[in-house]
């Protein structure tokens, strides 16, 4: 009889607890891979031109465990963003292959707040090389589009940017970034000049997008970069550049398969410990 009721307690508290705890790791994983409130986006990039390859960690604040690692982070390299839960953060970025607690070379903070994007990036020379976090833009006005530009070009200090004639950046120096500009939706030209030289790249800014504009060192000479913030003015982030990764890049939300997988076999284990129980009980 002892048996009985030991085996009987333990069919169904085994059951009840794959079922919570399927139900609690759905809802865990609901909460940090969707928009919504409690969720922010975050991107990071390495647009130093002369710094070699780092190691880029992200932080949650008080947390030694980093979220996320990026290996071998080279120059032009922006990764997407990664949801995560609003919040106090930190970056850190180490030389390519350190140890992940050796000192940082850089650092910084950031504060996540929900329904908000950053960009925490790597800008200026090597000898004066510092973390921006930018604030990203996510809506534009109906109909049209809205473009900045980051000045990453160590042969050309100096740019001015335009689309189809409009001025986006005038005479910005590197290592800086311009604010946004609303501009008329459509396919265009790109021009980037240092006053004697221009380079023009054909871009194409759909209605309700925002666009990053990154000019930067090619290996060929001077390159204009076309990143996507935001489409569709659906409050959320429309990803990033991934090119360039090495090791592990980051990681977008994870399946909840294998989670509805607990789910149900606690259910079935739950059914099953129901199902002994009555028949102990008849007996």
Known sequence: ??????????????????????????????????????????????????????????YSFGDSNAMIVLHHVTYGTVS?????????????????GAGPTTAAVLSTSVDISAGHAYTVVGLGPESGLRLAVLDDQLITQPGHSMVRVIEASLKQRVATVT??????????????????????????????????????????????????LVVLDGANGLECVDLLDAAGNTAAPAGGVATGFGGTAPHGPSSPLPWLAAIVAGLALAATAGVRLRRLSRA
């Open 80 to 96: 997407p963003y990664e949801a995560v839960s609003a919040g106090d953060y930190s970056v850190a970025m180490r030389a390519a």
């Open 163 to 212: 689309f189809d004639g409009q001025m986006l950046a005038s005479k910005l120096t590197f290592g800086s970034v311009s604010s946004y500009q609303t501009v008329a939706a459509g396919s265009g030209t790109v021009s980037v000049t240092d006053g004697t030289s221009k380079v023009n790249s054909a871009v194409a800014l759909k209605a309700d997008s925002v666009h990053t």
């Open 1 to 58: 009889m002892k048996v009985r009721k030991i085996t009987r307690r333990a069919l169904a508290t085994t059951g009840l607890l794959a079922l919570g705890l399927g139900l609690a790791v759905v809802g865990t994983a609901r909460a940090s891979g969707t928009s919504g409130s409690g969720t922010g986006w975050i991107r990071l990039a390495h647009l130093s031109p002369n710094t070699p390859a780092v190691d880029v960690y992200l």
